[in-house]
């Protein structure tokens, strides 16, 4: 009896790494949300064309074999270069597309929080300038302007 326990744990301990290794590690829609079409430009689940299709069943193939989302979009790197993938790259050149916008939020922000220090430090309450009283000469040209105007 006890060796069969132990047959079983160790059938139970070999069994398991391998059927987790066969399930998949990724769902394809999540990963064709991050590649593109080569013919097109657009995202792989937008796209119709027949590249686009090609490339789906390519990844369902890796997928069902057992490869990670990981592996994969190498292998589409690989093939086909970094445009393959819909994520802007955090190096090179793609390092400006994610500091452009971060900067420009980040001055927005300053503009926002000058302007309100600004607009907190006018003087409150105080009285308008006095008006400067009107000699003889503007008091009739106003006078005959107002007539005019009627």
Not at 79 to 96: C, D, K, N, Y
């Amino acid at each position: 009896m006890r060796r069969l326990a132990a047959l079983c744990a160790l059938l139970l301990a070999v069994i398991a790494p391998v059927a987790s290794a066969a399930t998949p590690q990724f769902s394809e829609e999540q990963l064709e949300t991050e590649v593109m079409c080569p013919v097109c430009g657009t995202r792989l689940d937008l796209s119709h064309s027949p590249a686009a299709d090609q490339i789906r069943a390519f990844i369902e193939q890796k997928r069902d074999a057992g490869w990670t989302k990981q592996q994969v979009k190498d292998a589409l790197v690989a093939q086909f270069g970094e445009r393959i993938l819909a994520t802007t790259p955090t190096s090179g050149s793609g390092l400006v597309a994610w500091l452009v916008p971060l900067l420009a939020a980040a001055a927005g922000v300053a503009l926002a929080v000058g302007l309100v220090v600004a607009w907190r430090r006018r003087p409150r309450g105080q009285p308008a300038p006095a008006a400067v009283p009107l000699d003889d000469e503007a008091r009739r040209r106003v006078d005959d302007a107002l007539r005019d105007f009627e």
